[in-house]
């Protein structure tokens, strides 16, 4: 079974398509931030989850990334399973993030944890160009 748990220091191979691993260790030194990792067996990274967090405002879910050949195996869910209760005890008032229009497989994911879309984004995206679909989860007060 592989591990799931919050880290304030970046795994070794960390490799996310979005951000640098100094621009997501930076994220994590200033606070605010959290990052979950899931490492299989052999240490290493199958998937993680990087947010932005702020009391009475909404999380928002920077990156999400699980390694190309290990998806569609429940990590993705497993992460978010984390996140809400972590957001919720941060005093966080929801949960948000943006998804390429095109990516069905995000949206669907996220629908199936309860986000809901609340607008779209016009050319947000680029190489190639692409509209974000904004989503969004209400979190209990």
Not at 40 to 62: K, N, P, Q, T
Not at 93 to 120: Q, T
């Amino acid at each position: 079974m592989s591990a799931l748990s919050l880290r304030d220091e970046l795994p070794d191979g960390f490799f996310d398509p979005i951000f640098s691993a100094t621009e997501v260790a930076d994220m994590l030194a200033l606070g605010g931030h959290a990052l979950w990792v899931i490492e299989g067996e052999d240490g290493a990274v199958c998937a993680h989850l990087l947010v932005r967090v702020m009391e009475g405002a909404m999380a928002d879910i920077l990156s999400l990334y699980v390694v190309p050949e290990l998806r569609r195996r429940g990590y993705a869910l497993r992460l978010m399973a984390a996140l809400v209760p972590y957001a919720h005890a941060e005093g966080c008032v929801g949960i948000a993030m943006e998804v390429r229009a095109s990516n069905d497989a995000a949206r669907a994911l996220y629908g199936a944890c309860g986000f809901e879309k609340v607008s779209i984004r016009k050319a947000y995206y680029t190489e190639p160009a692409e509209d974000a679909v904004v989503l969004a989860l209400d979190l209990p007060s």
